[in-house]
Antibody, heavy 121, light 110 residues
């Protein structure tokens, strides 16, 4: 089934930037849609962004549009999310999740353990 | 505020059945498939149901999903204490061009 491992989280000041990475093992991320989903402490799930495995098309939630950028490096089997202009309300655990097909963003069948992002002064 | 509406909590006794509802609109549940996820305490979410009523391999048939119009339901029969978790519905929204999750329902097995 494979595994997803996120990294890159940490403490950042409001207005700062972070880049999260999601490395896949046991399967080729290129053949799947990959999403980033976040969960604020004690709160529910929020879908943040997705990238189409076939054509690289990208999608964003309105809450992050214009500030976050999702991308991938096929040679490294890795999906990234560049997060700029971070706000306190972006504080959350960020999960990387793989869909069932190249354009699947809602049927997330494989999840990483997540990486914690804290935005605070 | 989630666009998909779930009850905050449900509870039932071991062995009983519980139903979790998820209400949306024509731009999401009404015209797209629904998924359900289980999140046990301090773990990552796990796909329980996809395409409204299909189970991934390894998910017991005690878990079942259905959809009617702009609402979906998750049924769990033969409740076990190990089923205590948060449950989330999810659906693609054609207007927002984004995935929406419900606010989550905390299941307590009394």
């Amino acid at each position: 089934e494979g595994q997803l491992v996120e990294s890159g989280g940490g403490l950042v000041q409001p207005g700062g930037s972070l880049r999260l990475s999601c490395v896949g093992s046991g399967f080729t991320l290129l053949t799947y849609g990959v999403s980033w989903v976040r969960q604020a402490p004690g709160k529910g799930l929020e879908w943040v962004s997705g990238i189409n495995g076939h054509n690289g098309d990208t999608l964003y939630a309105n809450s992050v549009k214009g500030r976050f950028t999702i991308s991938r490096d096929n040679s490294k089997n890795t999906v990234y999310i560049q997060m700029n202009s971070l706000r306190v309300e972006d504080t959350a655990r960020y999960f990387c999740a793989r869909g069932q097909s190249t354009n699947s963003f809602n049927e997330l069948e494989n999840w990483g353990h997540g990486t914690l992002v804290t935005v605070s002064s | 505020q989630s666009v998909l509406t779930q009850p905050p909590s449900v509870s039932a006794a071991p062995g009983q059945k519980v139903t979790i509802s998820c209400s949306g609109s024509s731009s999401n549940i009404g015209n797209n498939v629904v998924s359900w996820y289980q999140q046990l305490p301090a773990t990552s979410p796990k796909l329980l149901i996809f395409a409204n009523n299909k189970r991934p391999s390894g998910i017991p048939d005690r878990f079942s999903g259905s959809k009617s119009g702009t609402s979906a339901t998750l049924d769990i029969t033969g409740l076990q204490t190990g089923d205590e978790a948060d449950y989330y519905c999810g659906a693609w929204d054609s207007s927002l061009k984004a995935v929406l999750f419900g606010g989550g329902t905390k299941l307590t097995v009394l």
